[in-house]
């Protein structure tokens, strides 16, 4: 493939996090959408006009469906795209945006596209309680009420904490681990946050509130810079898992992110740098309870790809649905080489993780990507994969160069 056929990023955003119940609580996901869309073409300097396919990932249909389910045609009418942009929504669980662009890259390499808009964005506050069986009637029977979030859970299989626990401890990851892990998080994040590192990639959300002046969201509110190593071992776990506790996760969260992906002739004849170039993208499946391991063959697939191998990778990042994630994953790419494996925790999620900055699941798997790619931008250049697991262990990956990486 030439190089002016490259897919490449030309601009990438995402809202501040919101915790569950927190600022963004009522602000529906499609709302979020049409932030990051509009502001993800503001910073490339365009018009939604340049825009051929857009792809909307999301996981929690039952909000989707509060707005009439076809968000991604809505979010991008509303966006003030034109009419003929085409749309896909779809759902691949945690790793549903990193899927939008893999899909906006195929399409540029294919052909059919030039510009790819890839979106992700959930509202977990925002899930309703579904009632079923009334629309028949129920006589004197009870109506059938459903938490369509709680537990986080798939029918006929287990919960996703009692899975991550199981595969964590099979591998040899301690609770102490996870909880080291998730501390380090916190850490990582408040030291990257001093040194205004996520302001490349935040962008402030207004929300409404009604005769008042609107409230302007600006940062992520979901870190517990506070956090210790001892009250995360004081903390019960949850869902029977064996080791996951609510300090080793990520919360259920709310928030956007949008990643601008170009043929790299098409950027250069529109004045734009780009950011960074996607070398390959990569999809697995696994036994449904093997989720807290699928980053790993995400990561050994796409590095395949590409044609490079681990150690040339300066950067991973890895999505911390649990702690149980990068440390399961990363020990499984090691081989169980513990020199090895230290070396990658090293340079795994270096400005702390989802435990610190929230998990809106449809959101993520962009965030990751982008996330990297700042940090990769700020060092000068480099190498980097990043990999997401997703319900009944799916998992997507990416690898990506900034300019003035080894070869």
Same mark, same amino acid.
């Given at each position: 493939?030439?190089?002016?056929?490259?897919?490449?990023?030309?601009?990438?955003?995402?809202?501040?996090?919101?915790?569950?119940?927190?600022?963004?609580?009522?602000?529906?996901?499609?709302?979020?959408?049409?932030?990051?869309?509009?502001?993800?073409?503001?910073?490339?300097?365009?018009?939604?006009?340049?825009?051929? $396919?857009?792809?909307?990932?999301?996981?929690?249909?039952?909000?989707?469906?509060?707005?009439?389910?076809?968000?991604?045609?809505?979010?991008?009418?509303?966006?003030?795209?034109?009419?003929?942009?085409?749309?896909?929504?779809?759902?691949?669980? =945690?790793?549903?945006? *990193?899927?939008?662009?893999?899909?906006?890259?195929?399409?540029?390499?294919?052909?059919?596209?030039?510009? =790819?808009?890839?979106?992700?964005?959930?509202?977990?506050?925002?899930?309703?309680?579904?009632?079923?069986?009334?629309?028949?009637?129920?006589?004197?029977?009870?109506?059938?009420?459903?938490?369509?979030?709680?537990?986080?859970?798939?029918?006929?299989?287990?919960?996703?904490?009692?899975?991550?626990?199981?595969?964590?401890?099979?591998?040899?990851?301690?609770?102490?681990?996870?909880?080291?892990?998730?501390?380090?998080?916190?850490?990582?994040?408040?030291?990257?946050?001093?040194? =205004?590192?996520?302001?490349?990639?935040?962008?402030?959300?207004?929300?409404?509130?009604?005769?008042?002046?609107?409230?302007?969201?600006?940062?992520? $509110?979901? /870190?517990?810079?506070?956090?210790?190593?001892?009250?995360?071992?004081?903390?019960?776990?949850?869902?029977?898992?064996?080791?996951?506790?609510?300090?080793?996760?990520?919360?259920?969260?709310?928030?956007?992110?949008?990643?601008?992906?170009?043929?790299?002739?098409?950027?250069?004849?529109?004045?734009?740098?780009?950011?960074?170039?996607?070398?390959?993208?990569?999809?697995?499946?696994?036994? /449904?309870?093997?989720?807290?391991?699928?980053?790993?063959?995400?990561?050994?697939?796409?590095?395949?790809?590409?044609?490079?191998?681990?150690?040339?990778?300066?950067?991973?990042?890895?999505?911390?649905?649990?702690?149980?994630? /990068? *440390?399961?994953?990363?020990?499984?790419?090691?081989?169980?080489?513990?020199?090895?494996?230290?070396?990658?925790?090293?340079?795994?999620?270096?400005?702390?993780?989802?435990?610190?900055?929230?998990?809106?699941?449809?959101?993520?798997?962009?965030?990751? *990507?982008?996330?990297?790619?700042?940090?990769?931008?700020?060092?000068?250049?480099? *190498?980097?994969?990043?990999?997401?697991?997703?319900?009944?262990?799916?998992?997507?990956?990416?690898?990506?160069?900034?300019?003035?990486?080894?070869?």
């Amino acid at each position: 493939m030439k190089a002016s056929d490259d897919a490449v990023i030309v601009s990438a955003v995402r809202t501040p996090f919101s915790k569950f119940g927190g600022a963004l609580k009522e602000v529906h996901s499609m709302d979020l959408a049409v932030v990051v869309i509009q502001e993800c073409l503001k910073a490339a300097g365009l018009t939604g006009s340049v825009v051929d $396919e857009l792809y909307y990932g999301m996981c929690i249909q039952s909000e989707a469906a509060l707005e009439s389910n076809v968000n991604g045609r809505q979010a991008l009418l509303r966006a003030g795209l034109p009419p003929t942009v085409v749309s896909l929504t779809l759902d691949r669980a =945690c790793c549903s945006s *990193l899927t939008c662009v893999q899909l906006g890259v195929n399409s540029i390499r294919l052909g059919t596209a030039e510009v =790819c808009l890839a979106v992700g964005t959930e509202n977990m506050s925002n899930t309703p309680i579904v009632m079923n069986g009334l629309r028949w009637g129920r006589g004197l029977q009870p109506p059938i009420l459903r938490d369509h979030l709680n537990p986080i859970a798939y029918t006929g299989f287990n919960v996703l904490a009692k899975d991550a626990g199981e595969s964590a401890v099979a591998q040899g990851v301690t609770r102490e681990m996870q909880d080291k892990w998730a501390l380090a998080s916190q850490q990582k994040y408040q030291a990257a946050l001093q040194q =205004c590192k996520f302001k490349d990639e935040l962008v402030p959300v207004s929300i409404p509130q009604g005769k008042r002046p609107p409230i302007l969201f600006e940062a992520d $509110e979901f /870190p517990k810079p506070h956090t210790t190593l001892e009250r995360l071992a004081k903390l019960p776990t949850v869902y029977g898992s064996a080791t996951v506790t609510a300090g080793n996760a990520p919360g259920l969260d709310a928030g956007a992110s949008a990643i601008l992906i170009m043929k790299r002739s098409k950027a250069e004849a529109m004045g734009l740098n780009p950011l960074a170039t996607i070398l390959a993208t990569a999809s697995v499946a696994l036994s /449904p309870e093997m989720i807290a391991e699928a980053p790993a063959p995400a990561i050994q697939k796409v590095l395949a790809k590409a044609g490079l191998s681990l150690d040339q990778i300066d950067l991973i990042e890895i999505n911390e649905a649990f702690a149980a994630m /990068p *440390l399961v994953s990363t020990k499984l790419l090691a081989e169980g080489n513990q020199a090895q494996w230290d070396k990658l925790l090293e340079k795994t999620n270096v400005n702390g993780g989802a435990i610190a900055i929230g998990h809106p699941v449809g959101a993520s798997g962009a965030r990751i *990507l982008m996330t990297l790619m700042y940090e990769l931008r700020r060092r000068g250049g480099g *190498l980097g994969v990043c990999a997401i697991c997703g319900g009944l262990a799916q998992g997507d990956s990416a690898v990506i160069r900034v300019e003035g990486a080894r070869a």
